[in-house]
C-alpha cells in the first residue's frame, strides 16, 4: 500500500497597494516540529515554512516580502501519491556532450 502525502493550500496575499492577487503556494509534510509543537510544512522549493493549526498557518520562514504576514490562510487538501517521477537527489543527473 502507497503511503499517501499530506499537503496543505497556503494563501500569500498580493504587495500591499499593489492590487495584486494573492498567491496560493502548496506545503508538504516535514519531519520537524515548530515552536508551537505541531509539524513544520514546506514548499518544494523550500521558500516557505510555516506550522499550521486548523486552518491558520504561522510563518517560520517566507519568500521576500511574505514576512510582513505573520499568519496565513491554510486549507487541507486531498491526500495524494507521492510524485515518483521525482529523482532521488543521489542519483547522478546524466549530461549530454554538446
Sequence with gaps: MKRLERRYAV???GAIGGH???AVVVVHATEAVGPGGSLVWESVDGDL???ITGEVATVLAAPAGTQRHPCLHAVSLPPRAPDVRRA???RPVAHSGG
Design 11 to 13: 494563501t500569500l496575499p
Design 20 to 22: 495584486a492577487p494573492p
Design 49 to 51: 515554512r510555516v506550522e
Design 88 to 90: 532521488p537527489a543521489d
